[in-house]
């Protein structure tokens, strides 16, 4: 018998409403280590006392990861994995008050991306205990603390998670209007460093080689990689270089974002990159990065779970769409292992990295609704 098909909305909304004050409250930003600590010793203790056999995973001078175990109604099943992530892009006091409730939006640093998903998940854990219930399949919830800054930390832990699960739900921020994110494009990050020859700009030009010349040409070649109709697009986000007006610089630097649809296109792309050479006489050119996220392509495996999601939106009278997003997550690293994911079911809202991020308060009751259901019958 379903907890969720016919709880009560305003139980449902305070439950995930005050859950979600509290997580803003206590503001994350990546890379802030005694902050993050303190935002995972909460959602410990919530997931705690939500029945989870709870473990954190200390990261030395970067934060603290949250990993939470539930025990199934039917253990023996392969489990359903649940990822969400703490930090948040905003640095403390970015936001005054830190969180505000403005009409029927909820304001607040991260409060979209992503305290909103995770909220709305703890709301429906502490609802299988308090109804004495328990999600079908084991359940495996993972909260990283290094999400925006490129997961480098958590990826193992993520995919170690992943491995062997029966799909995973990834309660990131929607598309406008709360469609799910059944693609995503890769991301990839390179940095082009490029060694020239210093000389005086005014008595002998001819003995230097210009690192930033140079670097020119390799920023028009790596941008010719693009292909849109491929969607694929690239960005050469940062440069610098020299030292001085009146001096040849023998040195510069770019760093380049590149997105692609599919993995053919990121090998692509990353083959053309590691075989760009100097075009002057005497300068030297290294290439360092590589792909960040895979993409999350349009699977039938990613499909049909879309599809079960849509369908118990649909009972609970609300139509979950789908699209797709340039932006990448963890859900990435987990779709990239062929494991069935479906991300960007968080609640609606908009404005994600800015200080107008919100939430719509009246979408809180029906993802957590959601989650509950997807948890009882997946
Ligand atoms: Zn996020």
């Not at 300068?283 to 049909?304: D, F, I, K």
Request: aromatic share 4%; with cysteine; charged share 25%.
């Amino acid at each position: 018998m379903s907890v969720f098909a016919s709880a009560d909305e305003a139980e449902l909304r305070e439950g995930a409403l005050g859950r979600l004050r509290r997580l803003v409250e206590l503001e994350s930003p990546s890379s802030d280590e005694a902050r993050l600590r303190a935002v995972a010793g909460w959602l410990a203790a919530e997931l705690t006392a939500a029945g989870g056999e709870v473990d954190t995973v200390d990261v030395e001078g970067i934060g603290e990861h949250v990993i939470a175990r539930f025990r199934g109604s039917e253990p023996s099943l392969e489990p359903l994995v649940v990822l969400g992530h703490i930090d948040t892009v905003h640095p403390v006091g970015t936001f005054d008050p830190v969180f505000r409730l403005d009409g029927g939006l909820a304001r607040g640093p991260g409060v979209f991306d992503m305290k909103g998903g995770l909220a709305c998940v703890l709301a429906a854990l502490a609802r299988f205990r308090d109804e004495g219930s328990a999600p079908r399949r084991p359940t495996v919830l993972v909260a990283t603390c290094d999400e925006e800054t490129g997961s480098e930390t958590s990826r193992s832990l993520i995919e170690d998670a992943a491995r062997g699960a029966h799909a995973v739900l990834v309660p990131e921020p929607p598309l406008p209007g709360g469609a799910a994110k059944t693609r995503r494009k890769g991301v990839g990050w390179y940095r082009l460093e490029v060694t020239g020859r210093a000389a005086h700009a005014g008595v002998d030009p001819e003995n230097g080689v210009n690192a930033l010349v140079e670097l020119a040409h390799q920023v028009l070649a790596v941008t010719a990689l693009a292909d849109p109709a491929l969607g694929t697009t690239i960005s050469v986000g940062e440069a610098a270089g020299g030292t001085a007006s009146n001096v040849v610089p023998a040195s510069a630097w770019a760093s380049v974002d590149v997105r692609f649809a599919t993995g053919t296109e990121a090998e692509r792309v990353d083959r053309a990159i590691r075989g760009l050479g100097p075009r002057l006489e005497g300068a030297s050119l290294s290439v360092s990065g590589g792909q960040n996220r895979p993409p999350v392509e349009r699977t039938e495996a990613n499909v049909a779970l879309y599809r079960a999601a849509r369908g118990l939106a649909a009972e609970a009278g609300w139509e979950l769409g789908e699209g797709s997003t340039g932006g990448g997550s963890d859900g990435s690293f987990t779709a990239g292992m062929g494991v069935p994911t479906l991300d960007g079911i968080g609640p609606a809202g908009s404005g994600p990295h800015s200080v107008d991020e919100h939430v719509l308060v009246e979408d809180l009751p029906r993802r957590v609704r959601l989650y509950g259901r997807l948890l009882e019958t997946l």
